[in-house]
T-cell receptor
């Protein structure tokens, strides 16, 4: 069975641009969570979606938004990129509380 | 105080030794607890869930101490391939996962 997939794997953007990251969950999983991870830290929770509804939002500015589609895939959008947005963006899917991660998208903002 | 705290390490351990590390959490309402393993520049991979009764999977044993609000991970007969960063995660009051910063483990031959 395919695991969680994310695209793209790497991305380089400049300040002020916007970015869209994509995630497909494990088949049968209806919940998707997004995390930001910078070097030396644990993942920081951004959003959780379940059945296309936002279930939780972390402490991130309104520049960050997300949505979940009828097939349970998800997009994370970040507007007006800042240098500090450079990080590994992880998507996790879950059936219960155990979360399974995709390989991540490494975003570099120049 | 951070919600979830871990000793960042690194723990330098000879191959074959036993190593243990803890993870403390501040929210007494936390219900679910997990250990993940993360290799350099890779995604976290679920190692094991931590149940009230403890959990053992081969060389790995996880335990929960609700009274003192910590979980532990014990690795026996450590292998070179166990070198990684070990992250703990606990659910908050909204059932979202809150993560520690990870403990780096280096197994030396």
């Amino acid at each position: 069975d395919a695991g969680v997939t994310q695209s793209p794997t790497h991305l380089i953007k400049t300040r002020g641009q916007h970015v869209t990251l994509r995630c497909s969950p494990i088949s049968g999983h209806k919940s998707v969570s997004w995390y930001q991870q910078v070097l030396g830290q644990g993942p920081q929770f951004i959003f959780q979606y379940y059945e296309k509804e936002e279930r939780g939002r972390g402490n991130f500015p309104d520049r960050f938004s997300a949505r979940q589609f009828p097939n349970y895939s998800s997009e994370l959008n970040v507007n007006a990129l800042l240098l500090g947005d450079s990080a590994l963006y992880l998507c996790a899917s879950s059936l219960t509380f155990e979360q399974f991660f995709g390989p991540g998208t490494r975003l570099t903002v120049l | 105080r951070k919600e979830v705290e871990q000793d960042p390490g690194p723990f330098n351990v000879p191959e074959g030794a036993t190593v243990a590390f803890n993870c403390t959490y501040s929210n007494s309402a936390s219900q679910s607890f997990f250990w993940y393993r993360q290799d350099c520049r890779k995604e976290p991979k679920l190692l094991m869930s931590v149940y009230s009764s403890g959990n053992e999977d081969g060389r790995f044993t996880a335990q929960l101490n609700r009274a003192s609000q910590y979980i532990s991970l014990l690795i026996r007969d450590s292998k070179l391939s166990d070198s990684a960063t070990y992250l703990c995660a606990v659910t908050d009051s909204n059932y979202q996962l809150i993560w520690g910063a990870g403990t780096k483990l280096i197994i030396k031959p």
